[in-house]
């Protein structure tokens, strides 16, 4: 594999990876860009507004990062005109915000304006508009003329540009970023390596951002209208804005979906659109409609931009910016410039990706108020057994010690408030994480990364979902590097699961081998989830794995431990933990597999899907607790006939 080496390599061709490479082009460097897909970049799901006030960013870093970057903005825009002889089509035209309802609060951003007066500012507006806002220093630039100056600039300052060329994965050497892999064009090596792919960034790190589609519809002043363009404002409305072109085109935008990245336009979002438009501006019932297009906007949590060094050493981070990409690229390019340059602009500090794994200020869990029917219990005879729980040894895997002998799961709760409820009720210290479902953001699982105290839990990735044993291999280093990101610098743990059968949930017993022995060789503590077979759990032991998981019985099925007697020849086998994995769906069940001489339970579906999950949750660790005492007080012989529990002699005649 030939590998092409630069001093910069920038993943992602949108409009922030090209200010970024022509910046640092123009610095003397070396620069590679590759390009994904340039026509679903977040760009392209933009109607270009610089607003930041009337966007309503809170006073803070982010508004103050804004208001700086809109500052640059006339100067650098002049630059790339005088750079590409190209207008950008900047026009600080300032912005109205209309409102159909008298503000409670005043804007210290902006007076508010009475409808008569607002009438001045643009005639036209709908009967229901009751004032407004004017802020006369922001405006508009069209970012799709924009996205293709930044090109050409980039170009002819040198810029290596890759098109049609996606990173597929970045390989992680002694802590850096050694190589970037491609489908198209193999190996890219770079001295520094700056991650700017927007909303598809989380497919190369587990970083908290995923797509939001956005659709917008484009209008054109009809011909032989009275005036070119008679809309010299950009309206921003309660939930619509309207932006007008010097040439008599009008955006509409935008909608804002969490559907992954679901192309083309819908009748539902281009009506909304449409509707909305004309009840702020009925003008526009008249005029033509052009064209429909859209893209995806890359969001995290907070609606703040991820900036900054990143989780490898000569790897920074130039992502997440949502809905304020194109107001922010001047400033983005400088930052992260001075950065690639060696200076360490404060300013960055707050973007940092760590901010989702060391919040300044985190809730803690809920406490677990169960509902009692009948004297709350004190515990006391808990509290005399505790000794008996501390006198054992702790469980171990992979070298790392834990007192709770139950794993939960995350998936299948009503709520993160409940699950966190029920993970702490529980008083499990391993929590499994499905590694696909959260990079792709399936239901139920966007945000679930940010949802858990992690200093306090310890991650155990797992390959849920994956049917070969590529995949699982695949999706366990992107786990690894998940927990890192979390916080969990030295976790190597995965949870093998390599399941082809779709309706019994059955592993691949062939395929689990295949996948286990190449983690192990790559330095995962593999935990493999297999049938209860005690010749593949030995061959799984002696290839390295740090754990085995035979199942009780089908995942999710509550039908208990139906394979007791293959179990209790894997525990008496076994030189590893053997932690019994999927079936179990009551508190008894639970109890009678760690009497069988478990070393562990990973429950899920029983806590998560039961009436009162926080309850059941206590009630597994309580049993997990008690199975565990019972199996090491030794439970009394199995006899045929009965034994009299009173004494036979000094009877009272």
């Known amino acids: 594999m030939v590998e092409r080496h630069s ?99 005043s804007d210290p951003g902006a007076p508010w ?164 438009a004309i009840a702020l501006w009925p003008t526009l019932a008249d005029f033509t409609l052009e064209r429909t297009w859209w893209g995806y906007r890359p969001a995290t949590p907070d609606e703040w931009p991820i900036l900054g060094p990143g989780p490898a050493t000569n790897l920074i981070l130039a992502t997440g910016h949502y809905r304020n990409g194109i107001l922010l690229a001047p400033i983005t390019a400088q930052l992260i410039g001075q950065l690639c340059r060696g200076d360490t ?76 409820q029920s993970i702490q009720a529980s008083g499990c210290e391993i929590v499994t994480v499905a590694v696909r479902r959260v990079q792709t953001q399936a239901p139920g699982h966007e945000g679930l990364a940010e949802a858990l105290d992690w200093s306090r839990i310890w991650m155990l990735p797992n390959t849920a979902g994956c049917q070969t044993a590529e995949e699982a291999i695949r999706v366990a280093r992107l786990g690894r590097e998940m927990a890192k990101l979390l916080g969990q610098e030295d976790n190597n743990f995965v949870k093998l699961e390599v399941i082809p059968d779709s309706k019994y949930l059955l592993p691949d017993p062939i395929g689990t081998l295949a996948a286990a022995e190449q983690l192990v060789k790559e330095g995962f503590a593999v935990l493999p989830y297999i049938n209860a077979d005690p010749l593949l759990a030995k061959r799984l032991e002696e290839v390295g794995c740090a754990t085995v998981m035979p199942l009780g019985s089908p995942i999710g099925s509550g039908q208990g431990i139906r394979n007791s007697a293959n179990i209790q020849i894997i525990i008496e086998n076994a030189g590893v933990p053997v932690v019994v994995d999927a079936g179990i769906g009551t508190p008894s069940e639970a109890a009678a597999a760690m009497e069988m001489g478990a070393d562990a339970l990973l429950i899920n579906t029983a806590i998560a899907k039961a009436t009162d999950p926080v309850a059941m949750g206590r009630a597994m660790g309580l049993a997990t607790t008690a199975g565990r005492l019972a ?18 002699t000094g009877i009272v005649a």
């Open 113 to 276: 304006l009475p409808a008569s007066i607002l009438a001045h500012y643009q005639p036209g507006l709908g009967s229901q508009i009751r004032g407004g806002y004017w802020y006369p220093e922001e405006g508009q630039v069209d970012n799709q003329a924009l996205a293709r100056v930044l090109r050409r600039a980039a170009i002819e300052a040198g810029v290596n540009l890759q098109e049609g060329v996606e990173a597929t994965a970045l390989v992680h050497q002694r802590g850096a970023i050694g190589q970037v892999l491609t489908a198209q064009a193999g190996a890219f090596g770079a001295d520094l390596v700056v991650l700017a792919g927007g909303a598809w960034s989380q497919q190369l790190l587990p970083l908290p951002i995923s797509p939001r589609k956005g659709e917008m519809v484009g209008l054109r002043v009809p011909i032989g209208y009275d005036q070119p363009q008679p809309l010299r404002r950009v309206l921003f409305g309660e939930d619509i804005y309207i932006v007008p072109r010097q040439d008599g085109r009008i955006v509409l935008g935008a909608t804002s979906q969490a559907v992954g990245f679901t192309a083309g336009n819908t009748a539902a979002g281009v009506h909304q659109l449409l509707q909305r």
């Open 631 to 648: 199996y090491r007080a030794g439970r009394i012989p199995v006899r045929q006939i009965a034994s009299a529990s009173s004494p036979q």
């Open 345 to 420: 602009p404060a300013r960055l500090t707050p973007f940092s990706w760590q901010r989702f794994h060391h919040p300044s200020t985190s809730a803690p869990y809920p406490s677990a108020t169960l509902p009692m029917t009948s004297a709350p219990l004190t515990l006391a005879t808990a509290s005399q057994a505790q000794p008996l729980e501390t006198e054992d040894s702790p469980l171990v895997i992979a070298g790392r010690s834990f007192h709770s002998r139950l794993m939960t799961g995350t998936g299948k709760y009503d709520s993160f408030a409940v699950m966190r």
């Open 7 to 105: 001093d910069i390599l920038i993943l992602g061709g949108g409009i922030i990876g090209l200010a970024i490479a022509l910046d640092l082009q123009q610095q003397g460097a070396t620069v590679t860009l590759l390009s994904k897909r340039f026509e679903e970049a977040a760009s392209q799901a933009a109607a270009g507004m610089l607003a930041p006030r009337a966007e309503g960013l809170p006073p803070g870093p982010l508004l103050d990062l804004a208001l700086a970057s809109l500052a640059a903005y006339g100067d650098w825009v002049a630059k790339l005109e005088y750079l590409t002889g190209e207008s950008v089509g900047y026009w600080p035209c300032g912005i109205l915000a209309p409102r159909s309802v008298l503000p409670a609060a």
